[in-house]
């Protein structure tokens, strides 16, 4: 049988490893001849490994020479999204080794190497649009804090040029996303890492990695809007949210952000136990409820950059249709204008339509 390369986002269950798989140790961690399983995808995933040779019978189909690539085949094919990958486990590793020594030996938290763990993987693009796409492209299992933290960190980063932010204080909005969980490492990581639902017990304790985050950071000296965004990147501005239940003027700016940012983040990553949510879904949630939880201005502007960002892209509808989104709409930015095969789609003029998944 041939064989062919296959990125670990395309790996499915069932395919048949072509050969032996060695981390970056050159120990052996998936022997050739195995199947393909969610087992073997996490072990992988936590190798950092990007792709593995499949056994295949015909490596290349018909339909796959003539069937049209969507936008984000091409983007999974580029080089660029390849050196964003390798960009991003490389950060992940180093921010895994740093945040570790934060919480375990109290060691100081280095603002500016931090930043750099960021910056290194966002020079693999040439514009935030095209960073957010290879983010949302890099469908891997990795339910870690530490990749948690670094796509929203990126994100942050993303945010603060979208609210033209300075650099100074974009620098410190990246450094606090990247921080903000760093509670749940003094949480047991059997509940942190737990797929199923929380007991009530274990809720109740998994939310103090805000003020136990918070309390690590306060004591280093830092910019206070870090340690802030630790402490307050779960509060709600309709006084929801915890772990003082705080109203929105009493919730720093800087926590707002990081709090919509995180959301967004969770809600729309895959995870081991289930698929992330659609952009657009996560969109029209935000737009249901938003306006009383999260602050208005930081909100629409994000909700804007995200809608913006899937601009020419490929989608599928609730009623089968696929098109393209050609124009956005400002007021409900999770319903912008379709164009598919026969005509044109005004989503904000047919509600019972809704983009259900990007191609």
């Known amino acids: 049988m041939a064989s062919k390369r296959v990125k670990l986002y395309n790996l499915k269950n069932g395919m048949k490893i072509a050969d032996d798989v060695y981390n970056r140790s050159a120990q052996l961690i998936i022997p050739k001849g195995i199947e393909v399983n969610e087992k073997v995808i996490e072990r992988l995933t936590f190798h950092s490994i990007l792709s593995v040779p499949i056994l295949?019978?015909?490596?290349?189909?018909?339909?796959?020479?003539?069937?049209?690539?969507?936008?984000?085949?091409?983007?999974?094919?580029?080089?660029?999204?390849?050196?964003?990958?390798?960009?991003?486990?490389?950060?992940?590793?180093?921010?895994?080794?740093?945040?570790?020594d934060?919480?375990?030996?109290?060691?100081?938290?280095?603002?500016?190497?931090?930043?750099?763990?960021?910056?290194?993987?966002?020079?693999?693009?040439?514009?935030?649009?095209?960073?957010?796409?290879?983010?949302?492209?890099?469908?891997?299992?990795?339910?870690?804090?530490?990749?948690?933290?670094?796509?929203?960190?990126?994100?942050?980063?993303?945010?603060g040029k979208w609210l033209d932010m300075s650099e100074e204080d974009t620098k410190i909005l990246t450094v606090a996303g990247l921080m903000h969980d760093v509670g749940k490492l003094l949480i047991p990581s059997e509940i942190i890492t737990k797929p199923g639902k929380l007991t009530d017990e274990e809720y109740t304790t998994i939310k103090e990695h805000t003020k136990r985050g918070f309390e690590l950071i306060a004591r280093q000296g830092l910019d206070p809007r870090i340690a802030h965004a630790v402490l307050?990147?779960?509060?709600?501005?309709?006084?929801?949210?915890?772990?003082?239940?705080?109203?929105?003027?009493?919730?720093?700016?800087?926590?707002?952000?990081?709090?919509i940012v995180d959301i967004y983040e969770a809600m729309t990553a895959d995870r081991v136990y289930r698929k992330g949510m659609c952009p657009?879904?996560?969109?029209?949630?935000?737009?249901?409820?938003?306006?009383?939880?999260?602050?208005?201005?930081?909100?629409?502007?994000?909700?804007?950059?995200?809608?913006?960002?899937?601009?020419?892209?490929?989608?599928?509808?609730?009623?089968?249709e696929r098109g393209e989104i050609i124009m956005l709409n400002d007021n409900t930015p999770s319903r912008p204008m379709i164009h598919t095969k026969d005509r044109f789609i005004d989503l904000s003029k047919e509600p019972e339509l809704e983009i259900i998944q990007i191609l």
């Open 56 to 100: 295949v019978d015909d490596p290349v189909t018909p339909s796959e020479q003539t069937e049209p690539k969507t936008h984000a085949q091409r983007i999974r094919e580029s080089q660029a999204f390849y050196q964003y990958s390798e960009a991003f486990y490389e950060a992940k590793d180093a921010f895994q080794y740093e945040l570790n």
């Open 102 to 159: 934060i919480a375990d030996r109290n060691a100081q938290v280095d603002i500016d190497k931090m930043f750099e763990t960021t910056a290194e993987i966002i020079k693999n693009a040439d514009t935030s649009y095209q960073v957010f796409d290879m983010l949302h492209n890099m469908r891997n299992f990795d339910d870690s804090t530490y990749a948690h933290s670094l796509n929203v960190s990126i994100i942050c980063n993303i945010m």
């Open 232 to 259: 307050c990147h779960h509060e709600k501005c309709d006084g929801s949210g915890y772990p003082m239940g705080w109203p929105a003027k009493k919730i720093p700016p800087f926590a707002k952000i990081v709090c």
């Open 280 to 320: 657009f879904d996560v969109i029209r949630s935000f737009e249901a409820e938003g306006y009383q939880k999260y602050d208005p201005h930081y909100l629409l502007t994000f909700l804007k950059g995200i809608a913006q960002t899937y601009l020419h892209e490929t989608v599928l509808l609730s009623n089968n």
